[in-house]
């Protein structure tokens, strides 16, 4: 890591000390790093701040999971475990809009795993969005068709879209 000297009082940088930080930062992150490793934060560190936002979701303490989940999210955002809960503590205090943006960048992270969009769907049907939901489901059902080791997220998937169409007479589209 490379670090500037403060120039004038503690904590001030000079403009030229930002624009060389700024560009560093930038190249790393354009080379697949984090604001993690551009602060050199140790994956001993992460790991602990991980179990942290965990047994604060674990104890049913939503908000500060989501505070602490979100630094994680913020110094690696390609770690899904990090997003993946963030997601979760999010949807559980009832932030739907958020929940459904976060289940997106899963998604991003890894378009072959089904159980985003699962819950996701969730997240819809609580905004109201009935419509949404289905294709979610849908979207499901069809990444997890063929893959035994998602047969019962396609399952409940299937139940879900079948109680939205009976419930909402949503059509397949």
């Known amino acids: 890591m490379s670090s500037a000297a403060p120039a004038g009082e503690a904590g001030e940088f000079s403009e030229a000390e930002v624009l ?5 930062l930038k190249q790393r992150i354009l080379n697949g790093g984090t604001l993690g490793d551009f602060l050199a934060v140790s994956k001993a560190d992460l790991e602990a701040t991980y179990i942290i936002g965990s047994r604060l979701y674990e104890m049913g303490n939503y908000k500060e999971a989501a505070i602490t989940l ?4 913020t110094l690696d955002p390609y770690e899904r475990r990090y997003l993946q809960a963030l997601a979760a503590a ?8 958020d929940a459904v943006g976060y289940y997106h960048l899963l998604l991003v992270l890894d378009a072959e795993d ?3 969009t699962v819950h996701m ?3 819809l049907i609580h905004l109201g ?3 949404d939901a289905a294709i979610a489901l849908e979207a499901t059902i069809d990444n997890a068709t063929g893959k035994p080791a998602f047969a019962a997220i396609s399952a409940q998937a299937q139940a ?3 109680l939205i169409r009976q419930n909402n007479k949503v059509d397949a589209p």
């Open 90 to 97: 999010t949807q559980m205090m009832g932030n739907y809009e």
């Open 121 to 123: 769907a969730q997240c």
């Open 160 to 162: 879900m879209l079948t």
């Open 114 to 116: 089904p159980m985003p």
């Open 129 to 131: 969005r009935a419509q």
């Open 20 to 24: 060389r930080l700024t560009a560093d």
């Open 70 to 73: 979100r630094k994680l999210v």
